[in-house]
Every structure is written in C-alpha cells, then in structure tokens.
C-alpha cells in the first residue's frame, strides 16, 4: 500500500453509507481531505483544480462519474469510479449478473451451444443430467463428465481477457477507470482506490474448478446466484477487501 493510500485509510473515520455520500465528498473536494487523497492518487494537483462536479450514475460497471475541471484548461477530465462498500474483510461482492442468454445476446461473447447447455445445467435453467445431483435442481461443475468440464475450462481460459475485462471494467462510456474500496468494521474505517488496470491484473488468473464445485477465473468465483427473482442466473464476485493488501 502506497503513502497516500495509508493515510486515506487512517482518516476516513465516520465510514461511507452508500455511494452519494462519496460523490458528495468529491463535490466537497475543497474543504474535505479524503477526496483530496483520491484525486492525488489519480495524478491530479489540488491547487490547479478549479472545480469538481460528481453524479452517481446506474446501470454501469461505474456508480460515480466525476467531472475535473482544471484551471487554465477548457477541457474537462472525466473518471468514472466503481466503488464497493464493504463491512467485513472476508465477504464477497457481486460485479456481474446476468441470465446466460444475455452473456450470449448482449456481451456478445461466443459461447457454444455446447458451452451454453454445460452452464445452464449448472445454474438450474435445463434440469440435471445425471442421476442423484448433490442439488436435485441443478448440477455441480465437478458432477459434469470429464469432457463436459474440460470444455467449459478452455473456454474460459480461452476468453478470459474478455470476460474479466467485461465483469470488471465494463465498456463504453461509463467503464469504470477506478475502483474505490470502502470498508467499515465496528468503529473503524478505512478506504482503498486503485486503477482499474491493477484490479484487473490483481484479480484475473488460472481458471479451475472450486472447492465447493463453481468455477474460479483467478480471484473471480462465478456461481449459480440462486434466491430470487432470478435464481437461474450466473453470478460473478470477487472479494474486495483484498485490493488493501495490494
């Protein structure tokens, strides 16, 4: 963990209810010392900032879109923040949520039908395969036969770039460029931002099979979600927390 960063995690001490009170925080940037640090780390120079107008936003991989104006400049930066709220050190988050159609017809990723058929096996959409499932309503990837679970590991492994890149960053306009980790244990708080760049190289690696029978794409778990109102869904979370050991 970097200087800046320590320090950061040292004076946020009244914690962040939910994303507005961060983008009033950045709204505030004169007056208050933790959105001073987070436009340090992002290679801005306080006193050549002129203003900084922050809006949360929703339905993209970004919840705050913060607009930089700096001074003697007609331009105006824009950096568009992910932020995880967090209340434990071991709790994982979701970053994507989808059907597995959707994947297919809206991410544009090029599953094969035969992929397709192994993953809504898995999450319950077609019913098990085999006889005497652990979960009668859908089935476990290491109750897949030998060849269904190696093809659904190359895939993966073969698209993974892409697939991390999309659950993590997201595209177009409101891709998220940071990721601001906010964490509150009892009495004591602490927040962490890092480049998405970092998050993404932190977090992606070697695609296996869990030990409870998911799929693990490096630090990545993709699970059934279960629950409602969608419980054939597939689900993408990683652990937040982890970015304040990095």
Do not use: C
């Not at 320590?6 to 994303?19: M, R």
């Not at 991390?164 to 998220?176: I, P, S, T, W």
Request: no cysteine; aromatic share 8%; hydrophobic share 35%.
């Amino acid at each position: 963990m970097d200087r800046l960063q320590l320090i950061g995690s040292q004076t946020a001490k009244d914690g962040f209810k939910n994303e507005k009170d961060i983008a009033d925080k950045f709204n505030n940037s004169q007056n208050d010392s933790d959105s001073q640090q987070w436009l340090k780390i992002m290679n801005y120079k306080i006193n050549e900032i002129e203003n900084v107008v922050a809006i949360v936003i929703h339905g993209h991989k970004s919840d705050i879109n913060t607009q930089i104006k700096i001074t003697l400049k007609s331009a105006i930066n824009i950096e568009n923040i992910q932020v995880k709220l967090v209340s434990n050190p071991k709790g994982f988050n979701q970053i994507d949520k989808r059907a597995i159609e959707k994947y297919k017809s809206v991410l544009n990723w090029n599953i094969p039908d035969k992929i397709m058929n192994i993953l809504k096996r898995f999450t319950g959409e077609l019913t098990p395969s085999i006889d005497n499932p652990r979960d009668k309503r859908r089935m476990f990837i290491d109750e897949f036969n030998e060849n269904e679970q190696k093809s659904l590991l190359e895939f993966f492994e073969n698209n993974k770039s892409l697939i991390v890149n999309d659950v993590l960053r997201g595209r177009g306009e409101f891709a998220a460029e940071w990721v601001l980790v906010a964490q509150k244990i009892d009495t004591n708080s602490r927040w962490v931002l890092k480049n998405i760049n970092e998050v993404i190289q932190y977090y992606n690696g070697p695609v296996r099979i869990s030990p409870k029978g998911s799929l693990l794409l490096g630090k990545i778990l993709l699970q059934r979600k279960g629950g409602t109102p969608d419980p054939t869904s597939l689900q993408f979370k990683i652990n937040p927390a982890e970015l304040f050991d990095i």
